[in-house]
């Protein structure tokens, strides 16, 4: 009965819930079901992230539309596995959490015979081999472990996806593997906190599977991670990043704040010098390297000289990239009970003030490129430049190639402009991974 019926997935959040995406996609492929725009579709699933309040609120939104549409509606992801109830009571037709991706397919099948359902809890183990069939030609998204253990003190992740479990390293091998054989040219490692990695079984930790991702896999490819905390940064990680080939010097070192007193509310278990030596010791050792972050403003008890602190690391770091949020009060989580909360205005503010000084800082570091060669990789048409083509750089800077190219090509590329923060590159000769 599922035989022309249709489907379509609206995703939210970060990398974690796309995999999930592409998982469930298969799935439903797989028992009979075709993939469509939500306007044509029968049945929309709503992949939602909570970790900010508007995205939540942005997924119930969808959901109540499509409702009113007619559709029927799966709501899974973050916010289905945190706040169920609530959400059933939106008149969903079902909630799918975190860890009951893999039920999707009799979830769907349940819908269409008017049944309502709700799948959440952290009960089983998923099956890691669920794996979906790659939709991008070029990157492929790998999990080596899900949930955290962390318990960061704004975080809702361990609420929304559980505790920490790693992903055997023969699995892992074996879909980076397949990956690499079908033609992808980057694997992206995905975990909610990469370097506690450790699998049972071989007694390996992350620096051993980068290393063996390295060595054991044949071909053409880059390999890149997200995210690492910087409080588990290992020598050990340093030392397999620095003797691969395959291995990004992209460090994506989720900052947070730059105040000692603040990351010590957070529960970060690093303070700003240890930071700060981090980020030294890797633009001494990478001197390629790009560091990139996420930071919160306005996190409760934050005063001016804590906010300073935070300006201070950005201007000594000098951050490629960086993402920057206002923190927003999640349910659960232990600092929602902080009494010092800071008024919106003094947020609003603290944040235009650091987006500025992030914004100077990576217009300076973008001209810099200028003139300089760089492999990147070609990842399709740009939208956004005509007769351009979307490239990336081994060191995950985005950026444009002049002409059109097939995606998936390594090249060497010459940076000839900058348009805002998007360097221009020239075409100079097709090369590997490696440049060479
Ligand atoms: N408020 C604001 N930002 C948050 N993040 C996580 N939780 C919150 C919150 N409660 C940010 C962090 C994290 C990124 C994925 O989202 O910076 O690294
Ligand atoms: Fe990803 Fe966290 Fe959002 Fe869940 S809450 S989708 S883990 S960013």
């Known amino acids: 009965m599922e035989k022309g019926k249709r489907f379509s997935i609206i995703t939210f959040g970060c990398q974690m819930n796309v995999r999930d995406s592409e998982t469930m996609r298969s799935i439903l492929l797989r028992r009979g079901f075709e993939e469509d725009k939500p306007e044509n579709a029968d049945i929309v699933l709503i992949n939602s992230c909570s970790v900010r309040e508007k995205a939540a609120n942005r997924a119930k939104i969808y959901a109540r ?39 999707v397919g009799d979830v769907a099948v349940s819908l269409l015979e008017d049944r309502r359902i709700m799948e959440v809890g952290f009960d089983e183990i998923p099956s890691f081999d669920e794996i979906p069939e790659p939709t991008h030609p070029v990157t492929s998204y790998v999990n080596i472990s899900i949930g955290c253990d962390n318990f960061c003190s704004f975080c809702i992740v361990p609420y929304t996806r559980g505790r920490e479990i790693a992903r055997s390293f023969d699995s892992i091998l074996n879909e980076a593997r397949e990956l690499v054989k079908k033609g992808s040219k980057e694997i992206f490692l995905l975990g909610q906190n990469v370097n506690s990695y450790f699998d049972e079984k071989t007694g390996y930790d992350f620096a051993d599977l980068l290393y063996h991702l390295d060595k054991k896999l044949d071909g053409n490819y880059w390999i890149k991670y997200l ?10 990680v340093f030392k397999a990043i620095k003797e691969s080939t395959h291995i990004s010097h992209w460090f994506h070192l989720p900052l947070q704040s730059g105040s000692t007193k603040i990351l010590k509310r957070m529960k970060r278990d690093y303070t700003k010098e240890e930071f700060l030596d981090l980020c030294y010791m890797i633009r001494e050792g990478f001197p390629d390297a ?59 503010k603290r944040l235009q003030v650091l987006i500025e000084k992030v914004n100077n800082i990576i217009g300076e570091r973008r001209k810099e490129m200028l003139g300089r060669r760089f492999i990147i990789l070609t990842e399709g048409e740009s939208e956004k430049f005509e007769n351009h083509t979307k490239v990336k750089t081994r060191e995950n800077i985005k950026g444009v190639l002049k002409g059109k190219f097939e995606p998936g090509k390594f090249l060497i590329g010459r940076v000839t402009e900058i348009i805002g923060h998007t360097p221009i590159f020239e075409f100079e000769r097709f090369c590997d991974y490696k440049g060479e």
């Open 227 to 236: 995210s690492p905390n910087p409080r588990d940064f290992s020598y050990k």
């Open 290 to 348: 790009t560091i990139t972050t996420d930071i919160i403003v306005g996190f409760p008890g934050e005063d001016d000289k804590d906010f300073e602190d935070t300006l201070d690391v950005v201007e000594k770091v000098r951050f490629e990239m960086a993402f920057m949020f206002k923190y927003s009060e999640r349910p659960n989580t232990p600092a929602r009970r902080y009494k010092d909360k800071l008024p919106e205005e003094v947020k609003d």
């Open 65 to 103: 539309e499509f409702k009113r549409k007619g559709k029927k509606v799966i709501f899974a992801g973050c916010v289905a596995e945190n706040e169920k109830d609530r959400i059933f009571e939106l008149e969903v037709d079902a909630v799918l959490g975190t860890r009951k991706i893999h039920k």
